[in-house]
Each structure stands twice: as C-alpha cells, then as structure tokens.
DNA sequence: TTCCGCATGTAACCAGTTACATGATTAC
DNA sequence: GTAATCATGTAACTGGTTACATGCGGAA
C-alpha cells in the first residue's frame, strides 16, 4: 500500500484537488509513485472516509467548482507512522529489458527501435529535470528542510534518467550494425 | 500485460518448471520483471491453456515429480509479436524516494537510516551482479547472440544499482548531520 | 466546429500480493 | 528436532488500469 501516503506527502506540502494531485503525479513525484486521476479520486474517498483528509468546495469562475483536500490531525499521525516504518525495496519493472533479453526470438532491428525511441524520451525527460532543476533550485546549497528534500528527490530522478540513457547507449552501440558507408544521406 | 511474455522470453532461453522459473525471476530477470511462484504458476496456466506451451510431467528421485514447460509454435509466434510492439515506458517504484521527500513530516533520522539500510542492501546486489559478470561472461567483446543478449541485460542490472547506490550517497552526505567528533568510537 | 484544459467521477476488469496448504528430502 | 530446498498449487484480497460518462469555457 503506497499511493495514500504519496497523497499524504503531496498534501502535507500543499492543500490540493484530486485533479491538482493527479497533475502532480504526472510530473515531479510521478518519477517514483505514478497515478492515473481515477485512482486518485478513488483513494482520496477512502482516505476522507478514514478521516485522514477533509474536503472543502472551493467555487471558481469560468471553470468547474473543485474539492480542495487538506490533512486532518489523524492523517498527519499516519503519515509520521509511515515514515517510521521500513521501506519496501524498489521496483524498476522495463518491458524494453525483457524486450532486449529476447530480441533473438523477434525482430532486432524493430527492439532496437524501440531502445532508440526511449533514448530520446528519457533524454527529453532529462532535460526536462535539468532545465526544472535550474530553474526551481538555482542555488542547492541554501536550500533546507521540505525544499531540500524535494531537490533531493529530483536529483534521483536525475540520476537514474541519466542512468537509463547511459544503458541504451550501451545497448545501441553494441547491436547496432554500423551504419554501411554512403547510406541514407 | 507482460509476465506472460518475461515467460515466454525465459522459456525460449530454457525449458523450465513453474519453480525454475520463479527462481530465475528472483535474480537475473527479476531486476526489471519480478514474480511469486504462485503467480507464476497461475499464469503458466493460462498460457497452457492458450496454447503457448505445453507441459510435460518429468518424475525425479528423491524430490517432488516436475512441470516442465515448453514453448509451442503459436507460443513462438506469440513471443515474435509481442517483440515488435512498441514497450511501454519503464516505471520505477520507490518507496524511499516518497518518504525522503516526506521526511520533514516525521522522523528525519528515521529515514535516513532506512536510506543506510537500502543502499547496504544494493551495494550487496550490485557486488553479486558483477562477481557473475565477471563470471559468467567473462570475455564479452566475444559475445553473440543470446549471450550478449544477456550481458546486456545485466549490464542494465548494474548501471541502475550503480545510479541507486550513488543517489542514497548524495541523500546521505547531504542530510546527515555530521556526526560530533569524540562520540562513538 | 473541433479540440484542449479544467474538473469529477463510476464500472468492469486485470495483475499481482498475501495467506494458507501439503509433503518429501537433505543438511545442520 | 529444526530448518531449508524442492515442488505445486488454491483462495481471498488489493491495487491499479481501461473504458465510459458528463459538462463548461476558451482557443484555433
């Protein structure tokens, strides 16, 4: 059980929509706990049931009303609980792994391809953090408390894009064929 | 859906029981697609019933009769097709990661040693990965194949522990405070 | 007029985990 | 005698995905 307490931590740092967190997960804390909105909403019933949250209509113009949800006492007790308790290993599941692993009872080429394809993604992934990095934590070393640790968090993220695009370079440069001279441009 | 296939991809290296197979995806596979027995056991028979292998019953002196599977021809087919589609994109779970970036809402040192014990246990796996590099494969400019298939996978295996291993240092060097001098030791 | 962003949800389904169950053999 | 390894499974549950549904406002 996870997604509750990602939630927790997202809330704890800001009071927000079941749309506003699912955006979120999308982005910064989406590198290592991802969510669909329907999954949201549904937790975020659960957790309000439990009374770990409070929800609040907050009517806006020109668009929908939505539901802002703040941590109640109980919920920030259970977020602490969490904290305490051990973590479970982590957890990288690639397709494209296994994907490489078989790529002899297949179509190579179109695995590679594929490897390719990623490469780029997760390199426009990782400028994406760099240029996020730049932006929101120019200077590191004065940062303290919740915005070091969110920096913190980006720089895995950081770190294992760089990883990934490290490793498909490595798999493209060894099973590439040498593009023969004078072709395709 | 993809343990079907991360079977499918073993079985082509392998004929294999139920239990062989879970056992290889708690190491060398089991980086990037992990599995129970009891889910492999389920999903073997699903792919039995589908057609994609069949199971032979090989009686064993001294231990328990096994399952082993093969592939069939449409399991073959199958495999070659499931190669060519796109790979959806990796997705990496981490626990930690939430709680570090939580760590202001409970106990920091709590945390921090949980990081400790997880870069403990990686460093552990990242050492096991390269003493089977360095023996299973241990001239890799020779590889072809399968083999450098695999090598490849492992190497994959290595550079994510590596970038881990290098994240819970910079977690580490950053939020410990640095301990008094003069105290334990 | 068509699509995108905002905003919230339900229902059906699927994949995976946890707990439980059995039983022989071998090593400490 | 106690635990680990080999070997196979069932049952109940949980967490997450996919498909479907609605409806307004603004931009192209």
Redesign the pocket.
């Known amino acids: ?3 509750e307490h990602a939630i927790l931590v997202s809330l704890a740092e800001q009071r927000s ?4 967190l699912a ?1 979120r997960f999308d982005r910064s804390i989406g590198q290592f706990w ?6 949201v ?3 975020l ?1 659960r957790m309000e049931q439990d009374g770990w949250v409070t929800a609040t209509v907050v009517p ?1 113009e ?3 009303d ?2 802002v949800y703040d941590l109640t006492a109980a919920g920030r007790v259970e977020l602490a609980g969490w904290l305490a308790l051990p973590a479970q290993p982590e957890v990288t599941r690639s397709d494209l792994a296994v994907k490489v692993r078989g790529a002899a009872d297949g179509d190579l080429d179109a695995v590679l391809a594929e490897v390719a394809r990623h490469r780029a993604l997760h390199a426009e992934r990782l400028d994406s953090y760099l240029a996020n990095e730049k932006h929101e934590f120019p200077d590191p070393e004065s940062l303290t408390g919740r915005r070091l640790h969110q920096w913190l968090v980006l720089r895995g993220g950081i770190t294992l894009e760089q990883g990934l695009i490290g490793w498909y370079d490595e798999v493209l440069g060894t099973l590439r064929k040498p593009t023969p001279r004078k072709a395709t441009s």
Chains 1, 2 share one sequence.
């Open positions: 059980m996870a997604l929509s079941g749309y506003e955006r991802s969510a669909t909105h329907q999954q909403y549904k937790v019933g806006q020109g668009r929908p939505k539901k």
